[in-house]
């Protein structure tokens, strides 16, 4: 986790969006706990209100719950929103990959050729 | 359930093993709580109608030097007895302070109170009789992680010979190695060089960790920007009196960094809290409730920091008749 002191985005929140991206990417598995507000707080050297505040923010977005005695754990994401996320980033992608054709002078029929032999290559990578 | 007035707090459990209630029937955990402190000296007055640490969090005490600080700090520790009105430890029914809360509550002072002629060695022995809960392993690892200890220190050196920076840090080595609850420390980064400040820090984050919610700080400071990075709640101490407090997200919501143009600073000056201006423009706090009245200017929004926050705090308590 990186976290930039003067971005203008808070730091709580920073923190929230690195564990937002890790728990809806799968990278934090339901049930799996977060670890806790003073022990994040040590380890990246800032305040245990920071760390508090960052997930008070996740379980305000039902991404994860406090539990009594144990600390905060992530939350069965939902994977109809999970797959909508993930949609939503490869049409993010392609509308760049686009742009960046527009600029460079290709037709669409190249890019399409393009996205077809990147396909091709990361099956053969795959099988 | 009497409300407290003004404090931008929250009111939610704050414990490692939390279990957070919602949005109803919240309660803070109080390492400690105290109603009505008075002391008189000349010319001056400590008036604190209440005061409450909130468990398992680091406290700063802000205030310039002769704000009252010290005094505050010594009536909660016990050192000094002679003032009016009432503290409650952990949550205890019972008022005042006895062996017992004494045995948890870990305090360094602005001096040293160690005897002069103690050598470290005697530093050592002298707690372990003072205190049961005192760790002499943990005691000599300290010392040695913090540079006053380990193969090749003379023991025998006497505590007048230390340097400031190593008495402070003979106070903490010895303070860290017992078992407490509260750790009240009287300026403990002013003799301190940065790179020992920010260990420093580290201590206090490591102390919090270990308690898992049951361990609390309260420092005192008259440079908060040192500890910024370690303060969850703060207390601003103004001749006496407590003029802000609150923790620190919530006070970086509370008030708000505002930068503009110099045509606009007369107007701005009527909405903000504190301001300095100059023929390049005008930078100051304006309270995050008036920010409406800077609306249509050029300005740019910045969240402040506690130092930034506690000068204008400080400042405008400083001034008569100044507005808030």
Same mark, same amino acid.
């Given at each position: 986790?990186? &976290?930039?002191?003067?971005?203008?985005?808070?730091?709580?929140?920073?923190?929230?969006? /690195? &564990?937002?991206?890790?728990?809806?990417?799968?990278?934090?598995?339901?049930?799996?706990?977060?670890?806790?507000?003073?022990?994040?707080?040590?380890?990246?050297?800032?305040?245990?209100?920071?760390?508090?505040?960052?997930?008070? /923010?996740?379980?305000?977005?039902?991404?994860?719950?406090?539990?009594?005695?144990?600390?905060?754990?992530? !939350?069965?994401?939902?994977?109809?929103?999970?797959?909508?996320?993930?949609?939503?980033?490869?049409?993010?992608?392609?509308?760049?990959?686009?742009?960046?054709?527009?600029?460079?002078?290709?037709?669409?029929?190249?890019?399409?050729?393009?996205?077809?032999?990147?396909?091709?290559?990361?099956?053969?990578?795959?099988? | 359930?009497?409300? =407290?007035?003004?404090?931008?707090?929250?009111?939610?459990?704050?414990?490692?093993?939390?279990?957070?209630?919602?949005?109803?029937? /919240?309660?803070?955990?109080?390492?400690?709580?105290?109603?009505?402190?008075?002391?008189?000296?000349?010319?001056?007055?400590?008036?604190?109608?209440?005061?409450?640490?909130?468990?398992?969090?680091?406290?700063?005490?802000?205030?310039?030097?002769?704000?009252?600080?010290?005094?505050?700090?010594?009536?909660?520790?016990?050192?000094?007895?002679?003032?009016?009105?009432? $503290?409650? +430890?952990?949550?205890?029914?019972? =008022?005042?302070?006895?062996?017992?809360?004494?045995?948890?509550?870990?305090?360094?002072?602005?001096?040293?109170? *160690?005897?002069?002629?103690?050598? $470290?060695?005697?530093?050592?022995?002298?707690?372990?009789?003072?205190?049961?809960? *005192?760790?002499?392993?943990? +005691?000599?690892?300290?010392?040695?992680?913090?540079?006053?200890?380990?193969?090749?220190?003379?023991?025998?050196?006497?505590? =007048?010979?230390?340097?400031?920076?190593?008495?402070?840090?003979?106070?903490?080595?010895?303070?860290?190695?017992?078992?407490?609850?509260?750790?009240?420390?009287?300026?403990?980064?002013?003799? &301190?060089?940065?790179?020992?400040?920010?260990?420093?820090?580290?201590?206090?984050? !490591?102390?919090?960790?270990?308690?898992?919610?049951?361990?609390?700080?309260?420092?005192?400071?008259?440079?908060?920007?040192?500890?910024?990075?370690?303060?969850?709640?703060?207390?601003?101490?103004?001749?006496?009196?407590?003029?802000?407090?609150?923790?620190?997200?919530?006070?970086?919501?509370?008030?708000?960094?505002?930068?503009?143009?110099?045509?606009?600073?007369?107007?701005?000056?009527?909405?903000? *809290?504190?301001?300095?201006?100059?023929?390049?423009?005008?930078?100051?706090?304006?309270?995050?409730?008036?920010?409406?009245?800077?609306?249509?200017?050029? $300005?740019?929004?910045?969240?402040?920091?506690?130092?930034?926050?506690?000068?204008?705090?400080?400042?405008?308590?400083?001034?008569?008749?100044?507005?808030?």
């Amino acid at each position: 986790m990186k &976290l930039l002191q003067n971005s203008g985005v808070p730091i709580y929140q920073q923190i929230a969006e /690195q &564990l937002r991206a890790d728990i809806l990417a799968g990278k934090l598995k339901e049930g799996e706990y977060l670890p806790s507000i003073r022990g994040l707080a040590k380890d990246l050297r800032i305040s245990v209100i920071t760390t508090m505040k960052a997930y008070e /923010q996740l379980e305000a977005e039902g991404l994860v719950t406090a539990a009594q005695g144990k600390g905060f754990y992530v !939350n069965a994401q939902d994977s109809e929103m999970l797959k909508e996320q993930h949609l939503r980033r490869v049409e993010e992608a392609l509308a760049e990959a686009i742009r960046a054709a527009r600029i460079a002078g290709m037709t669409g029929k190249e890019l399409q050729e393009i996205l077809r032999t990147l396909l091709d290559m990361q099956d053969e990578k795959e099988s | 359930m009497s409300k =407290k007035d003004v404090k931008t707090t929250k009111e939610i459990q704050f414990n490692d093993k939390t279990d957070r209630p919602g949005q109803t029937a /919240q309660m803070w955990q109080k390492a400690l709580q105290a109603w009505n402190l008075k002391k008189n000296f000349k010319g001056f007055q400590l008036s604190v109608p209440g005061l409450e640490l909130p468990k398992g969090f680091a406290t700063a005490l802000i205030g310039e030097n002769g704000a009252g600080k010290t005094t505050l700090l010594n009536i909660l520790t016990g050192i000094r007895l002679d003032y009016k009105g009432e $503290i409650s +430890y952990f949550g205890r029914q019972e =008022k005042g302070i006895d062996a017992s809360v004494q045995e948890r509550i870990g305090y360094t002072g602005p001096g040293s109170y *160690f005897l002069p002629q103690w050598t $470290i060695r005697q530093v050592e022995e002298i707690s372990g009789l003072l205190f049961d809960n *005192f760790h002499k392993d943990r +005691y000599r690892a300290l010392c040695e992680e913090l540079g006053i200890g380990g193969s090749g220190t003379d023991v025998s050196k006497q505590v =007048k010979s230390l340097s400031d920076g190593n008495r402070m840090k003979l106070m903490l080595a010895a303070v860290l190695a017992r078992d407490t609850s509260l750790l009240i420390l009287d300026e403990p980064a002013s003799p &301190l060089d940065p790179l020992m400040r920010d260990r420093l820090c580290d201590m206090i984050r !490591n102390y919090l960790d270990q308690g898992g919610g049951e361990k609390t700080v309260f420092f005192s400071t008259h440079n908060i920007a040192d500890m910024e990075s370690v303060t969850d709640y703060a207390i601003i101490l103004e001749h006496g009196n407590i003029v802000e407090e609150g923790f620190v997200e919530e006070l970086k919501e509370k008030y708000i960094c505002v930068k503009g143009e110099a045509a606009d600073a007369e107007r701005a000056g009527e909405a903000m *809290f504190s301001m300095h201006r100059s023929a390049y423009g005008f930078e100051g706090i304006c309270l995050a409730r008036n920010l409406e009245r800077l609306a249509g200017m050029d $300005i740019t929004l910045e969240t402040p920091t506690l130092s930034q926050i506690a000068v204008a705090v400080m400042k405008a308590n400083t001034n008569l008749g100044k507005k808030a």
